[in-house]
T-cell receptor, first 111, second 111 residues
């Protein structure tokens, strides 16, 4: 059974810091891994998708890596801004398109 | 290209009533999944449909049901509502590369 854990659960940092969010999964036979952000009361916004054959993906100030052998994915946010404040979730499909979600990291970036 | 559309955005229902939520996926996407999000349980998978067939089902009572139409639009139904069904219900659609895109959700409040 796939279990996904995210550390830390919450993070509060001043603007401009570079951040690392961690995601661990128990079953390394994953199909892909996806990172999302969620603003309070809203839906999920897809940030990055890493296919199982890839090791990382980049989009703007975001970079996500995937290490299947260690069961870990890392989301790196460069030069954080107050607009980055949100909850960040990682998820992996167990089979078909059923996503198993982590518990999330609640990020607050203050000016 | 339009995103995933969920209607209605907000609902207030009384215990014992039933409710139907609607999800229109991104054009061309054939897979639609539903999730329930509550503060205590996080994001939990309800069911997934692909080409009008339920492909996967989460661990929810039979009061929760769904269906998918030939145009890939999906509905979920909850009968005999309970207070604990109050939650944000999220729908996601995905295409051939399995990247999931979420709607803004339907906030259901049962009183």
């Amino acid at each position: 059974k796939q279990e996904v854990t995210q550390i830390p659960a919450a993070l509060s940092v001043p603007e401009g810091e570079n951040l690392v969010l961690n995601c661990s999964f128990t079953d390394s036979a994953i199909y892909n891994l996806q990172w999302f952000r969620q603003d309070p009361g809203k839906g999920l916004t897809s940030l990055l998708l890493i296919q199982s054959s890839q090791r990382e993906q980049t989009s703007g100030r975001l970079n996500a890596s995937l290490d299947k052998s260690s069961g870990r994915s890392t989301l790196y946010i460069a030069a954080s801004q107050p607009g980055d404040s949100a909850t960040y979730l990682c998820a992996s499909p167990r089979c078909t398109d059923k996503l198993i979600f982590g518990t999330g990291t609640r990020l607050q970036v203050f000016p | 290209k339009a995103g995933v559309t969920q209607t209605p955005r907000y609902l207030i229902k009384t215990r014992g009533q039933q409710v139907t939520l609607s999800c229109s996926p991104i054009s061309g996407h054939r897979s639609v999944s539903w999730y329930q999000q509550t503060p205590g349980q996080g994001l939990q998978f309800l069911f997934e449909y692909f080409s009008e067939t339920q492909r996967n089902k989460g661990n929810f009572p039979g009061r929760f049901s769904g269906r998918q139409f030939s145009n890939s639009r999906s509905e979920m139904n909850v009968s005999t509502l309970e207070l604990g069904d109050s939650a944000l219900y999220l729908c996601a659609s995905s295409g051939t590369n399995t990247e999931a895109f979420f709607g803004q959700g339907t906030r259901l409040t049962v009183v």
